[in-house]
């Protein structure tokens, strides 16, 4: 008897896993996740910059009183025209530089005239860099607002933008400008902004 079982066993098929499709199931799953995962990619700062001279042009002079210098030194300090200041108090800064009108002799003569210079260090910190540009362009989006909310130019003169209506804030006629249509605001109120080289200290 015991050697009808001992024979059964020896004849007996040993148990296994199927693997074969293993394989394509691995591969099913890898482009599952590549086509579902999502990639952040860094785009980073969209600005528009102007075209570059040629090499007998000479930079157009700009007076001292039209330019606004702010300096991010290499331990992320800021200074405004020399002066140590916050990044929070940049956005008055720029605003009351640039709305001057030529009422005070160390601002800027117009809207038009003003420049605001931004300079770094290489070792300036990235993300104090990115906070002055910010309230820089912030500034500059407050005046934009104004301008949508009430359909007119700031200053003395002031005089209407053109715009078809009002609205109730810059980002508001942005989105309802067509593809091609031109942004009345940005022509009439242009923002005048210089990113000078940073400093590699060679």
Same mark, same amino acid.
């Given at each position: 008897?015991?050697?009808?079982?001992?024979?059964?066993?020896?004849?007996?098929?040993?148990?296994?896993?199927?693997?074969?499709?293993?394989?394509?199931?691995?591969?099913?799953?890898?482009?599952?996740?590549? !086509?579902?995962?999502?990639?952040?990619?860094?785009?980073?700062?969209?600005?528009?910059?102007?075209?570059?001279?040629?090499?007998?042009?000479?930079?157009?002079?700009?007076?001292?009183?039209?330019?606004?210098?702010?300096?991010?030194?290499?331990?992320?300090?800021?200074?405004?025209?020399?002066?140590?200041?916050?990044?929070?108090?940049?956005?008055?800064? !720029?605003?009351?530089?640039?709305?001057?009108?030529?009422?005070?002799?160390?601002?800027?003569?117009?809207?038009?005239?003003?420049?605001?210079?931004?300079?770094?260090?290489?070792?300036?910190? &990235?993300?104090?860099?990115?906070?002055?540009?910010?309230? !820089?362009?912030?500034?500059?989006?407050?005046?934009?607002?104004?301008?949508?909310q009430t359909n007119r130019l700031p200053g003395?003169?002031?005089?209407?933008?053109?715009?078809?209506?009002? &609205?109730?804030?810059?980002?508001? &006629?942005?989105t309802s400008l067509e593809p091609e249509e031109?942004?009345?605001?940005?022509?009439?109120?242009?923002?005048?902004?210089?990113?000078?080289?940073?400093?590699?200290?060679?």
């Amino acid at each position: 008897m015991a050697g009808l079982l001992d024979k059964r066993r020896q004849n007996r098929e040993e148990a296994s896993i199927p693997t074969a499709g293993m394989a394509d199931i691995a591969f099913l799953l890898l482009i599952f996740f590549l !086509v579902t995962t999502t990639i952040n990619v860094d785009t980073g700062i969209g600005m528009t910059l102007p075209p570059k001279l040629k090499p007998e042009q000479t930079p157009p002079p700009v007076k001292e009183r039209n330019l606004l210098k702010i300096l991010v030194n290499a331990q992320g300090d800021v200074l405004v025209e020399e002066e140590r200041a916050r990044v929070g108090e940049i956005r008055d800064r !720029v605003k009351k530089h640039v709305l001057n009108f030529g009422q005070d002799s160390d601002l800027a003569d117009s809207p038009d005239d003003a420049v605001i210079s931004i300079k770094t260090d290489a070792q300036t910190p &990235y993300s104090t860099y990115i906070e002055v540009l910010d309230e !820089v362009w912030m500034s500059y989006r407050e005046i934009w607002d104004r301008i949508a909310q009430t359909n007119r130019l700031p200053g003395p003169e002031g005089g209407t933008a053109g715009l078809d209506q009002q &609205y109730s804030s810059y980002r508001e &006629y942005y989105t309802s400008l067509e593809p091609e249509e031109d942004n009345k605001i940005r022509d009439a109120f242009g923002a005048q902004i210089s990113i000078a080289e940073p400093d590699t200290g060679e």
